[in-house]
């Protein structure tokens, strides 16, 4: 079993910065790729970024691309996920999520696809 669990959330000012991290414990070895979601009130699911475990290979949503950076400690088992120019319609709960070693991509696009996740964190941008 693999265990997962942001930090980093918060109120931020519109045009603001923050960290996300997602510390990963238990049986890590067996995570390909972790993937980051949020969800705004009312709305669905949506992922944003995913780093490949296997060859630190990065995706962007085309809502945080050219504003977020993902990466991992490696010593630490944490991914992080930088943002920067923060805007209202960034408010939401951010989740990290696993998607274990198997057939197919590391990096899938569907939430179902992955399979563990954290408790999330609430991310509020405001003035």
């Known amino acids: 079993q693999v265990q997962l669990v942001e930090s980093g959330g918060g109120l931020v000012e519109p045009g603001g910065s923050l960290r996300l991290s997602c510390a990963a414990s238990?049986?890590?070895?067996?995570?390909?790729?972790i993937g980051w979601f949020r969800q705004a009130p009312g709305k669905e699911r949506e992922g944003i970024s995913c780093l490949s475990l296997r060859d630190e290979s990065a995706y962007y949503s085309d809502s945080v691309k050219g504003r977020a950076t993902i990466f991992r400690d490696l010593h630490k088992n944490i991914v992080t996920l930088e943002m920067n120019n923060l805007k209202p319609n960034d408010t939401a709960v951010y989740f990290c999520a696993g998607r274990a070693a198997r057939y197919g991509s590391v990096c899938p696009k569907k939430e179902l696809d992955y399979d563990y996740w954290g408790p999330g964190t609430q991310v509020t941008v405001s003035s």
């Open positions: 238990g049986h890590t070895l067996a995570l390909a790729g």
